[in-house]
């Protein structure tokens, strides 16, 4: 455990004299850069695991750290943080983050989860929603109704990577309830997409001096659900041809190429439509499934989830210490910041409680699929980011003190899900023995 702490120590004692001697050279100071965060995260990373926490926790704690170290006289990280370069890396992470999460499931998958992971999802996205405005409005009652709005959306998705690893590890991930808490997972993060790509447009058309109304709230609705229905539909039916006549190329990353771009011109399609690119990432992800791989698979390939994870490994930990960075742990001297922060916990965790209501038939353990649902993780953030990207006024709609709130949010539901988990589902098992 030595050695990566020494490495780190000495890659921050040589960041200022590389990122001076390559002054000359924009792509240097970028190297630099890279070479310390992924660093950091992957030494961070570890740590958080060793502490039974998922790796991304540790990423963006020390994003935070990383960050705030002019707080104590060190400003070399100041550079990496206003980087256009390591941004650009980043917002890649995204989607190619979007485009695993999106791999993980399939079309038929969403239409197999049934009526009682529908009825969790749609509680577990409206109740949330409710709350985040409602505690944004009470503590922020300066600003705008977009910003309630906006503040409500970030609570709306749940993360599946935090609960499902548990679930597996636990030998439960085939239960009733996981299966519940992994469909309505999903469906959450697609009602979530549609209700960002919503609250995005009402803003941009507010900011453009036009009134949103419900007529053209109705429109953005609408084209969010058609782009998402009309490219998992045409996916659907066209990937297998499409991938049948990649097939027939020959050399090497013909398949995960062919795949990536399908994920680049959906998120670039979403972008011309209106929409957050990460909708048509996520989008892409969910078209292929294991109709595309088998053609692939038979002739020898790995699997397209395996072919994409290096590249993930490489690209998503620069995402989330960058998104790490940005929190000013500054802001939390400020009495607002910290109860608005304790307010999006609360709001964060009774939302997803409420969802349990839904769940059905009798006799299901309720308790845990709430619980089960509670972590936000990487798509709160990620929304949160594209907060800090929207104006209103030529005001940031997500200040850094509202960012930073949201990040504490996100951080506190992925540490607490793990544990509680655990407990909830050891005293269900119990109770079931009796």
Known sequence: MRRPLILVAALLAALP????????????PV??????????????GDLSVRAGQPAVLGELVVGVLLGNLS???????????????????????VIVLLFEVGLESTVADMLRVGLPSLVVALVGVV?????????????LPDRSAYVHAFIGATLTATSVGITAPVLRDLGRSQSPEARIILGAAVIDDVLGLVILAAVSGMIQAADQGRSPSAGAIAVVLLKAVAFLVGALVLGHWLSPHLFRIVNRLKGRGVFVTAALVLCFLLAWLGAIVGLAPIVGAYAAGLILDERVFRQFTER???????????????????????MGMHVELSAFARPEVVGLAAGLTAAAILGKQA??????????????????????GEVGLIFANIGLGLTLAGQSIIDRGIYGAVVMMVIVTTMVTPPALKWSLGKGAARSQR
């Open 17 to 28: 004299g590389v990122a001076q001697a390559g002054a000359s050279d924009p792509v240097t």
């Open 300 to 322: 020898g390939e790995e699997t397209l989830e395996r072919l994409v994870h290096p590249i993930s490994a490489f690209l998503v930990p620069v995402f989330f210490v960058l």
């Open 127 to 139: 109740t949330p929603f409710a709350l985040g405005w409602a505690v944004s409005a009470w503590l």
């Open 31 to 44: 190297l630099a850069a890279l070479a310390v965060v992924l660093t950091a995260a992957k030494v961070a």
């Open 355 to 376: 969802c349990a209501l839904g769940a059905y038939p009798p006799g299901l353990d309720r308790r845990s699929i709430g619980i089960g649902m509670v972590p936000r």
């Open 71 to 93: 707080l104590v006289g060190i400003g070399w990280f100041e550079p990496v943080e206003t980087s256009a370069a390591v941004d650009i890396l980043a917002r890649l992470g």
